[in-house]
């Protein structure tokens, strides 16, 4: 790929992240046209609202203070009639009544909130005015000054003082209102950013699909820090980028103007200086591009390797494990240390050519002004104003020589955000078209998966010649396999380790799709799924117990029944406050936590229970004593287990050979140990 399509790409990419915030993409287009038409619409109304805020305070100060307006405003009010005395003024006064029309126009898609960002961009586009014309009437005053001080004229040195003086007390409250609504804009567009792609993590089981901790799948690695670290790095250096693209163009029309009326050469060898040393530049750093890719990566996977071991501290602990731990530690660190080895050593050459850059720029103006003062065509002071113009004018053309390493890690976080967000957004556009057939099929040929939150409209666990093969693999575990659940019924999934017991149940569950033939199954909350290792959640004994029920729906008295019910009386007395936030998953034991899911799947009452071997870390008398009260709120059962005790709780067994072969058996009289 050519650069030129590279930089085509990564605009579209960006288009793809940042437009949104601003104005919704037309589905199917992915044309940026309106956008641009809105943000030049913007420039136009912030041009012609500053001439109109001009314009008034100059007839307010002459009317109320005419003479503070001649001294701190020497000329501004002549300026400001000549621009209304030109075609510029009716001109600008034309763009800025179109550029509120087209806001209007648009008024139907800037809804939900857009609005706000457009203000706030507004107003600080129009600070960014007022300071670029405030540094241009610095120049001159720096000019003048200079040449008080040849002349010796003493009054007018502490006029022209006492000028300045000014300009800087003006400023300072500008520049302090726009380093406050930058961030804050920024911030806005980050809450909104990230909880969009939240939302599409947990919709249509994004985050289940998605296998953010395989190292050899290098599509998507680590969506925490896509959707925490990255989301807020993108928003915080777009908006820096686009302020500051924005005021070096303000910049270099305002200073270009002055170093034209000062001298055309001392001009044109700067443009040409400019783009030369830019074009070398962006040459010499293409490859800082993918070397902060790859670093955001393996920083994101050293850090997931410090979290694992964190997650994990007490089995590491029981096997003794630390010196395993530390090899693999070392060597996520170590892809990380060499890749930013490399990344530093292009940085030294980056540096090494902007510092030469930097260096002979200041030479310029005194090659090109020497020879004219001399001859006496200008006076001294313009040596002032053109180094100031030219330094200003540099500045914003030499933007990307600046920048390019910061430049090149807001590349690489554009694609590695946009990466994630057009997987989710893949992953969905499939579910959704998958719902499509399902609904053209009918629902009685209603094909899975079905999306997270949509009910089927079955009344019972319903298997049809079900092929069932794992993702991204093509062993095939079940063949062939036709089985029912109905309301009451209780199957035991049993077989050999590795022949898809919990494969099956992730199948029923509608977390993996059949390769063949149809599956349905109850409605959503009708149906729940309790995995040897319960999930515990971050938050409140309270939330623990409702997950995922509103803590509202069941009162204090339900919860402490329950918990007596299930054999953890002890916990109430331990912890008497059930809003107490405790981190669960290290205080309870497995048993504990599998007899606190039970709890939680008493309290949903679903009329269907899926149960991955929930009670492996229980004793037999407990274990019966909880099916006892599943079987008491007559739920049907799909189990996986080894213990030959679970028959007693079952009334069909479904064996697996772990050839793909099967077959359905009474309990009565089935000899489990065969299996065990």
């Not at 314009?55 to 001649?70: C, E, M």
């Not at 550029?99 to 800037?110: A, E, N, S, V």
């Not at 899926?610 to 037999?620: G, M, P, Q, R």
């Not at 008398?621 to 006892?628: H, K, M, P, Q």
Request: with cysteine; net charge neutral.
């Amino acid at each position: 790929m050519n650069p030129l399509q590279a930089f085509r790409q990564q605009l579209g990419k960006l288009q793809r992240l940042a437009q949104p915030y601003f104005l919704p993409l037309e589905d199917g287009d992915g044309s940026a046209g309106p956008f641009l038409v809105l943000v030049l619409a913007l420039l136009a109304v912030v041009v012609g609202f500053t001439l109109l805020l001009l314009t008034a305070a100059v007839a307010v100060s002459g009317a109320l203070i005419p003479d503070l307006q001649a001294r701190f405003l020497p000329g501004v009010p002549q300026q400001v009639a000549a621009i209304w005395a030109s075609p510029i003024g009716p001109v600008i006064m034309v763009l800025f009544a179109a550029g509120l029309g087209c806001f209007g126009w648009f008024r139907g898609k800037l809804r939900q909130g857009r609005w706000l960002p457009w203000l706030l961009l507004g107003v600080i586009t129009l600070l960014i005015l007022v300071i670029n014309g405030i540094n241009v009437g610095i120049s001159f005053i720096a000019r003048n000054i200079e040449n008080a001080l040849v002349a010796y004229k003493e009054d007018e040195f502490w006029k022209i003082v006492a000028i300045y003086a000014f300009c800087l007390v003006l400023a300072l409250p500008i520049r302090a209102i726009q380093s406050y609504l930058i961030p804050k804009l920024g911030l806005l567009w980050r809450q909104w950013l990230s909880s969009r792609l939240l939302q599409r993590y947990l919709t249509n089981r994004a985050y289940y699909v998605l296998n953010p901790n395989d190292e050899s799948v290098e599509e998507i690695d680590n969506p925490d820090q896509r959707i925490s670290q990255d989301a807020a790095s993108f928003t915080a250096t777009s908006l820096s980028v686009t302020v500051e693209i924005l005021s070096a163009l303000l910049t270099f029309f305002s200073f270009i103007i002055v170093l034209w009326s000062i001298n055309g050469t001392l001009a044109l060898w700067l443009l040409a200086y400019s783009v030369g040393g830019t074009a070398l530049i962006v040459f010499a750093s293409r490859k800082l591009v993918n070397l902060n890719y790859q670093q955001l990566k393996l920083e994101a996977d050293f850090r997931y390797g410090l979290v694992h071991i964190r997650d994990n501290a007490e089995s590491i602990a029981f096997y003794r494990g630390e010196q395993q731990e530390a090899k693999e530690g070392e060597r996520r660190l170590g892809g990380a240390i060499r890749n930013y080895n490399r990344l530093i050593v292009w940085e030294a050459l980056i540096s090494v050519i902007q510092r030469s850059y930097d260096y002979f720029s200041r030479f310029l103006p005194w090659l090109v002004i020497a020879p004219i003062y001399f001859a006496k065509q200008v006076d001294f002071g313009v040596f002032g104003q053109a180094s100031i113009a030219f330094s200003q004018v540099l500045f914003s053309v030499s933007y990307i020589v600046n920048n390019i390493d910061r430049l090149a890690a807001f590349s690489a976080s554009i694609s590695r955000l946009e990466g994630f967000q057009g997987k989710v957004e893949a992953i969905g556009g499939e579910m959704a078209a998958l719902d499509a057939e399902a609904l053209a099929a009918g629902p009685q040929q209603a094909a899975e998966p079905q999306r997270a939150g949509e009910a089927s409209r079955a009344d019972a666990i319903r298997v049809s010649h079900v092929d069932l093969v794992p993702p991204r693999s093509q062993r095939v575990l079940i063949r062939d396999l036709s089985l029912s659940v109905g309301p009451g019924e209780r199957l035991l999934v049993v077989g050999p380790s590795g022949c898809g017991k919990t494969s099956f149940l992730r199948l029923v569950s509608g977390l993996w799709p059949p390769a063949r033939g149809q599956v349905e199954r109850p409605p959503v909350g009708e149906l729940m799924f309790i995995p040897q290792k319960p999930y515990m959640l971050l938050g409140s004994l309270r939330e623990q117990l409702c997950y995922p029920q509103a803590t509202d729906r069941f009162s204090d008295d339900q919860l402490r029944h329950v918990l007596a019910e299930v054999r953890l009386p002890d916990l109430v007395q331990r912890y008497p406050d059930l809003d107490i936030k405790q981190d669960w998953p290290r205080l309870l034991s497995l048993g504990e936590q599998q007899r606190l899911a039970f709890a939680r799947l008493l309290l949903n009452s679903p009329r269907f229970v899926v149960l991955d071997e929930a009670t492996s870390a229980l004793d037999v008398a407990t274990e019966a004593v909880l099916y006892e009260l599943v079987g008491q709120r007559e739920m049907a059962l799909v189990s996986v287990g080894h213990r030959p005790t679970l028959v007693d709780h079952h009334d069909t067994v479904l064996e697996l050979d772990g050839n793909g072969g099967w077959r359905l058996l009474p309990t009565a009289g089935y000899d489990f140990g065969r299996h065990v």
